[in-house]
C-alpha cells in the first residue's frame, strides 16, 4: 500500500504562489505517474496536472498552464506542485494521487492512491 500525504496549502493573496508537497510513503513511487486533482465546495473533482514516473512528462490543465509545475524527486518519493499567479477560482481541497502504471491519467478514475488533500485559499 501507499499512503500519500499533502502539504504545503494556506490562505494567499490574489497573485501570489504556493507550493504542495507530497509525501509518499509505505513503497516507492517512482515508477508511478502522480498527479494532482482539486475539489471547490459543490464541484466535482477536476485533474490539474500529472507527470511521468520518470519525471520526463508533464501534462496540465488548460486553466493551470503557464501558471502551475508539477515536478517530482524520486530519491524523495515526493511530488511537488507549484502554484504562481493564484487566482481566488483556484480555491480548492488539492489532491495527490498515483497511477501504478506509470503513464499519465487526466481524469480521477484512472488512479489508485489518493491522499487527504490540502486546502488552498486565494483571497481576491
Known amino acids: 500500500q501507499v499512503q500519500l500525504v499533502e502539504s504545503g496549502g494556506g490562505l494567499v493573496q490574489a497573485g501570489g504562489s504556493l507550493r504542495l508537497s507530497c509525501a509518499a510513503s509505505g513503497r516507492t513511487v517512482s515508477r508511478y505517474a502522480m498527479g494532482w486533482f482539486r475539489q471547490a465546495p459543490g464541484k466535482e473533482r477536476e485533474f490539474v496536472a500529472a507527470i511521468t514516473w520518470s519525471g520526463g512528462g508533464t501534462y496540465y490543465a488548460d486553466s493551470v498552464k503557464g501558471r502551475f509545475t508539477i515536478s517530482r524527486d524520486n530519491a524523495k518519493n515526493g511530488v511537488y506542485l507549484q502554484m504562481n499567479s493564484l487566482k481566488p477560482e483556484d480555491t480548492a481541497l488539492y489532491y495527490c494521487?498515483?497511477?501504478?502504471?506509470?503513464?499519465?491519467?487526466?481524469?480521477?478514475?484512472?488512479?489508485?492512491?489518493w491522499g487527504q488533500g490540502t486546502q488552498v485559499t486565494v483571497s481576491s
Open positions: 494521487a498515483a497511477v501504478t502504471s506509470g503513464r499519465i491519467r487526466t481524469t480521477s478514475d484512472g488512479y489508485d492512491y
